[in-house]
């Protein structure tokens, strides 16, 4: 009698269990499409993206275009005769000598229309150098090779001079260790006359060179002399060999992520802090010699050697299209251009998407870019208005968006146009609300509220415009994001995928930062670099998985009694957050389940509307003890998934374990 008393205590707690805490996924009902451009990648200059990061090519100020003036005097104590002198010199460009080398920015001396400034260096003796600190360093291992070139003359008398000075016969080029008493490679450079000659030279590392970022590119008087060099450029092998092209890890890394878009250049990069200095692709294309590069709106200088066609190419070589942002009149400082006067960059976006799409036989621009390597055209559906014009104050944007969109669609009506304004805000100026494809919206957020967020999308109305998340992140950690980001990051692309029938693409921001000190502007970011190696974040692979294990149908997902979690005194949210997919073809499904706590959480699956499926399924975990655990230059493989596999059913339970990712393939 006891032990059956026992036994139906126990069956009845079974099935209070398997009450309790169920997912059920709706196969049957598995019919609407999830958007087969969701996942993407977003990318700007900022934070040492592409100069000193996954642009190949490792000098900056190659031009001498900035020179860094201590203003005179002695650093620290001027009374201290012994304090080392301080010399106007390039930005990021030592002397080995500051006494005997002696240099003069040429702001007349440059070689065409673009490169304008050179420096006329004077060497006391043989063997002295001007030093490039690169970005900060240079990426030395064994047998690699690394291919630059130099702009070179003989200084011209000056004014005041009746002879000019005593021209150098040859440059060596080495890379070494920062202190100089290490030779990595080196070369050697000859044959100066009075005009400007381009020389190319390569450096080739031993095959058993050890690996370091401990390097400078020095170059090297053959004896006492002057010469004036410009657009000295060291190119880093690039990913599939491109010339011009891009670092190979970092480019791996984005091919994992499987990204069906690139939104290029910008964010801010797009507008810029002012006119002069907005991304204006047409100096960013042709031959990088001829790139005046701009000012990035995070501090630092672009030489544009990544241009349009690099970033096409870019998207190309990681498998995605490109999502170009055009410029639309509005900078950062709050100018702005309208009617009339914005008619130009409705002009320049239209040659762009041209250089982007057009026929290389039968159109200019299309031309142009067959000219500049590329003859077939590049796909292209989606063209961005502008970056963020919320924050416009004139209230200028629905005007000029409906200049811009009308033009466009004239000549590519096939294209969908993306508003950076919500369509409220739009419908509520003074003119008729324009029609709008698609609506870019961004969320920085914490944990909490992506937490708090994570059912928005499915509440959002579907009969309005469809949704581009074009920015977000969940800023915890620094300088790339922390486990406890990841979760948050995974609650809110739950939400994003259970909802792509209305959220139809999503790309996280910032993509990159250089870890180095003083190299980041804005913190989180998904991937971190130096010179030499690279790693992601939690929150990238979080990233790898949503966008790996993806089918084609949303399956819909019947909750019931999903715990909690505490957010505040009068705030909560789900502990647990889900997503489930499937392939149509093939039947599979994929579940996706968070769990943002620090207890384990058991949860029941039930598989409705489907006959069978094998007993074993394969796990993929992503977790943490600690939510603030992370990765890191030093330690980047601390969190990453992990493969094993589940007994599964027709109903079975699962165990997700503290501060975990889960994907759960189910054949
Ligand atoms: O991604 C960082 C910045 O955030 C972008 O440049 C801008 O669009 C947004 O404000």
């Known amino acids: 009698m006891k032990n059956t008393l026992v036994m139906i205590a126990m069956l009845c707690s079974n099935a209070l269990m398997l009450q309790a805490q169920q997912l059920t996924l709706r196969l049957d009902k598995a ?15 900022i934070n040492y993206s592409y100069e000193g990061g996954l642009y190949t090519q490792l000098v900056p100020n190659p031009s001498f275009t900035d020179m860094f003036n201590p203003r005179g005097g002695r650093r620290g104590n001027r009374q201290d005769p012994n304090a080392p002198r301080l010399t106007v010199r390039p930005d990021r460009w030592q002397l080995t000598d500051t006494l005997k080398v002696r240099v003069r920015q040429n702001r007349q001396g440059g070689i065409n229309n673009a490169i304008t400034t050179s420096l006329v260096v004077d060497f006391e003796q043989a063997g002295l150098g001007i030093v490039s600190e690169g970005y900060w360093g240079f990426p030395i291992r064994k047998s690699t090779t690394f291919k630059g070139a130099l702009y070179v003359k003989l200084p011209e008398a000056r004014n005041n001079q009746d002879t000019p000075p005593v021209g150098l016969k040859s440059l060596t080029i080495a890379l070494k260790s920062a202190d100089g008493s290490t030779t990595y490679a080196e070369t050697k450079v000859s044959g100066f006359t009075n005009e400007w000659k381009r020389l190319e030279y390569r450096l080739t590392t031993s095959d058993n060179q050890a690996v370091t970022k401990d390097a400078r590119l020095f170059i090297i008087a053959g004896e006492a002399g002057s010469i004036e060099l410009t657009r000295v450029t060291l190119y880093a092998p690039s990913f599939k060999d491109r010339k011009n092209g891009l670092r190979i890890d970092l480019m791996e890394m984005m091919a994992e992520m499987r990204p069906k878009f690139l939104r290029f250049p910008g964010g801010n990069y797009l507008e810029g802090n002012n006119f002069a200095n907005r991304f204006d692709w047409k100096q960013t294309i042709g031959n990088p010699d001829e790139r005046p590069g701009h000012q990035s709106p995070w501090g630092y200088r672009s030489s544009d050697g990544l241009g349009l066609l690099e970033f096409l190419q870019w998207a190309e070589d990681v498998g995605a299209e490109p999502v170009v942002g055009v410029f639309a009149g509005y900078v950062l400082n709050g100018d702005h251009l309208d009617g009339e006067y914005v008619k130009p960059f409705i002009q320049d976006a239209l040659d762009e998407i041209e250089y982007v799409m057009g026929d290389a036989k039968t159109t200019k621009w299309g031309a142009v870019r067959a000219r500049d390597g590329h003859p077939e055209p590049f796909p292209l559906h989606y063209v961005e208005i502008g970056n963020e014009d919320f924050f416009d104050r004139s209230g200028s944007y629905p005007n000029r968006f409906k200049m811009f969109y009308e033009a466009i669609k004239a000549r590519y009506p096939q294209l969908q146009i993306i508003s950076t304004v919500g369509y409220n805000a739009l419908k509520s100026k003074d003119i008729p609300a324009p029609v709008v494809d698609v609506i870019d919206e961004h969320y920085y957020r914490n944990a909490f509220d992506m937490y708090r967020n994570a059912f928005q999308y499915d509440r959002y109305d579907r009969s309005g415009p469809k949704i581009f998340c074009g920015e977000w992140a969940t800023r915890e950690g620094s300088p790339t994001t922390n486990m406890n980001a990841a979760l948050g990051d995974a609650a809110w692309m739950s939400c994003m995928e259970r909802n792509s029938d209305i959220c139809v693409m999503s790309c996280y921001a910032p993509l990159f930062v250089n870890v180095e000190p003083g190299a980041m502007q804005w913190q989180s970011d998904l991937i971190g670099y130096d010179v ?22 949303i399956v819909p997902v019947e909750a019931v009694d999903i715990p909690k979690q505490k957010l505040d005194r009068n705030d909560e949210a789900n502990a647990v957050f889900y997503t489930a997919t499937m392939d149509a073809k093939t039947g599979r499904i994929y579940l996706k389940m968070v769990n943002t706590v620090g207890d384990a959480q058991k949860l029941n699956i039930k598989l409705e509307g489907v006959k069978k499926v094998k007993s074993k399924a394969k796990k993929i975990e992503l977790k943490s003890a600690r939510p603030e655990d992370t990765n890191s230059i030093d330690n980047p493989r601390n969190i990453v998934p992990q493969e094993s596999s589940q007994k599964v059913g027709k109903q079975f339970p699962v165990t997700l374990a503290p501060y975990s990712i889960t994907v759960l393939v189910v054949e």
Do not use: D, I
Not at 35 to 42: A, I, W
Not at 536 to 543: D, V
């Open 31 to 45: 019919e609407t499409e999830v958007s087969p451009m969701l996942y993407g990648l977003m990318t700007e200059e």
């Open 532 to 553: 030499l190696e690279s790693y992601g974040s939690p929150s990238y692979w979080a990233q790898v998985m949503f966008s790996k294990f993806l089918g084609n149908r």
